[in-house]
């Protein structure tokens, strides 16, 4: 751990220099989460259910964890709660896993429910930071996130089919765009001794 200004100079130059050293890798990355990406925006279904998969095999090693937890825990008094949890946890996933037509609806709807929500308790924020120049900022971020969890929600369950695998396949783009981006810059960071 760095205990002094010159190891966290050292300490930065050490990961600037595998940045550098390592650009080509992460050119490689890059590539391949944005061709995954525009994979997945031609298959928006598969891709949907895809992550409704993959969120139901989180759900079911939260659920195992939480209730590993509950016992491996001695003389705790939310071991109730925690079996709970993780019960759960589990019936959530097996929901996900046998029925993941049903699993996507369900989480699309928790998705434009947060967005809506989220959008307007940014847009109360933005309005109390409208002295500072970011106000608009904040305010169009709320705006869009409103926007989108409205149309979700007008147009549930049908966007359910398209939603999430769309989400994800935009995901795999931007990351692969900002990988791209990185390991650019990487390439042209100078070396290191």
Do not use: C, H
Not at 10 to 35: P, T
Not at 98 to 119: K, N, W
Not at 140 to 166: D, E, R
């Amino acid at each position: 751990m760095a205990t002094t200004l010159e190891d966290g100079l050292n300490s930065i130059k050490g990961f600037m220099g595998d940045l550098r050293n390592n650009w080509g890798w992460i050119l490689a990355l890059g590539i391949l989460l944005l061709i995954l990406g525009f994979i997945g925006i031609g298959m928006v279904g598969t891709m949907t259910l895809a992550t409704t998969y993959y969120i139901g095999i989180i759900f079911s090693i939260a659920a195992v964890a939480q209730i590993f937890y509950a016992f491996a825990a001695n003389n705790w008094k939310g071991v109730a709660l925690t079996i709970i949890v993780g019960i759960l946890y589990g019936i959530a996933s097996y929901i996900l896993l046998t029925d993941p037509v049903s699993g996507a609806a369900s989480l699309t709807m928790v998705l434009g429910v947060a967005l809506l929500v989220a959008g307007i308790f940014r847009a109360i924020v933005a309005f109390k930071l409208k002295p500072l120049s970011v106000w608009g900022w904040v305010l169009f971020s709320a705006i869009l996130s409103i926007t989108l969890g409205v149309l979700i929600l007008m147009n549930w369950p049908n966007s359910s089919v398209y939603t999430l695998g769309t989400f994800m396949a935009v995901e795999l783009i931007s990351a692969g765009v900002s990988y791209i981006m990185l390991a650019f810059s990487a390439k042209s960071l100078p070396k290191t001794a």
